[in-house]
């Protein structure tokens, strides 16, 4: 079976998942004060964006596993940054318990996405 099951990235139920968490975070953060403009709702935004561009570049690489892997370890280190951020917001009063709870257990989700094709690369990798 060499056929190619995802046309790309998109299709890939952990980029949904990320893209999904990253505009629930970029809509909850539009309520964060105004003085964490330039601290907490910037950073949050950003990591939880670049999970989903990291991995949309790690499909590109996919024809060379070092460069592909090493796109999905960024992936996996803003999805842990963005879960920091989250508990922040938490401890900030910036977001319920609960919503922190729900969004922080997605990122677990995504994480053991990301772990998974990282530990085995090889049946997203193009073969040559």
């Not at 060499?2 to 790309?8: G, L």
């Not at 980029?15 to 970029?26: D, N, P």
Request: hydrophobic content about 35%.
């Amino acid at each position: 079976m060499d056929r190619e099951p995802f046309k790309d990235h998109r299709d890939l139920e952990i980029y949904k998942k990320a893209f999904e968490v990253a505009m629930q975070i970029f809509e909850l953060s539009k309520k964060f004060p105004v003085e964490e403009r330039y601290l907490l709702t910037d950073q949050i935004r950003r990591s939880s964006r670049s999970v989903c561009a990291n991995l949309a570049e790690a499909w590109r690489k996919r024809r060379y596993e070092a460069a592909f892997i090493a796109k999905l370890n960024d992936c996996e280190s803003e999805a842990s940054e963005t879960q920091t951020w989250i508990e922040f917001a938490v401890r900030c009063h910036y977001m319920n318990t609960e919503t922190g709870r729900e969004l922080y257990g997605t990122y677990n989700q995504v994480l053991a996405g990301l772990v998974t094709m990282i530990n085995n690369p090889t049946p997203w990798l193009i073969k040559h």
